[in-house]
């Protein structure tokens, strides 16, 4: 079985801020989740990797490259490290003061005010992530089938399934990468046997699609909605959950 999704705060879908309101604050921080919730999403979305030294981080990309002043790889970093860069001036000198932030720190911050999905980047990179992950979240002792609660998502399938069995209340996602698509009717009804939600890139999603996964009843998200043309056409096809970087 795979747990329930009864999400009842808003009409219509849910507002998921992608990255925060990562279209007006710098991706993955502080200041993006802040605004994300002044602006009313339901969740925000964000990532995580592993530092050097075991702990979780709040980072999209593999390597710090693009969005501090530093070069190399996050596991090469200790969380210290990564907590003394400045996350923000490649946005805009005016979040000059955002570091690189630890998902404790952002779970401390949100949890059971807004609602989270997290997503694990590529964890064959970081061995034992799904355990430290599942570790964290049990900590917070959050109401489950609420809009503060947690959705926890990846690309990697096997991920996905290790969660279920680690967190088999906490309602999972698996992403669907175009290279994934078109998915057969064998793959989709053994993802459906263990998420909750089966989150698609919004130009693969249509009616049928939506169908497939409604008719299992599964729930489906679209990223990454970041105009009106397709806010609209997603909301026809009815999807549950728009991930955006404006969520306003
Ligand atoms: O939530 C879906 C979306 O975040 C997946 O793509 O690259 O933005 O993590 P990416
Ligand atoms: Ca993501």
Do not use: C
Not at 160 to 172: A, F, K, N, Q, V
């Amino acid at each position: 079985t795979v747990s329930a999704t009864s999400f009842s705060k808003s009409e219509g879908p849910l507002i998921i801020a992608h990255r925060g309101a990562s279209g007006y604050a710098p991706e993955n921080t502080m200041a993006s989740f802040e605004l994300a919730e002044r602006l009313g999403s339901d969740f925000i979305e964000l990532d995580v990797r592993m530092s050097r030294d075991g702990e979780l981080v709040v980072f999209h990309d593999k390597t710090v490259d693009r969005t501090t002043k530093y070069t190399g790889y996050v596991h090469n970093y200790t969380l210290r490290e990564l907590h003394g860069m400045d996350a923000g001036s490649f946005f805009s000198a005016a979040y000059s003061n955002e570091a690189i932030v630890s998902l404790e720190e952002v779970m401390d911050r949100f949890a059971g005010r807004i609602g989270i999905l997290i997503e694990i980047k590529d964890p064959p990179l970081y061995p034992g992530i799904e355990e430290k992950l599942a570790e964290i979240v049990r900590r917070y002792e959050l109401p489950y089938e609420d809009t503060a609660g947690i959705i926890i998502q990846s690309f990697d399938f096997e991920a996905m399934y290790r969660i279920h069995t680690l967190l088999p209340d906490i309602p999972g996602a698996v992403l669907i990468h175009p290279d994934q698509h078109p998915l057969s009717d064998e793959t989709m009804d053994k993802l459906a046997s263990y998420a909750s939600y089966i989150n698609y890139n919004h130009d693969l999603l249509n009616e049928e699609i939506a169908l497939e996964i409604h008719s299992r009843n599964r729930k489906v998200m679209a990223w990454t909605i970041r105009n009106d043309q397709d806010m609209k056409r997603m909301k026809k096809l009815g999807v549950d959950g728009i991930i955006t970087n404006y969520p306003d």
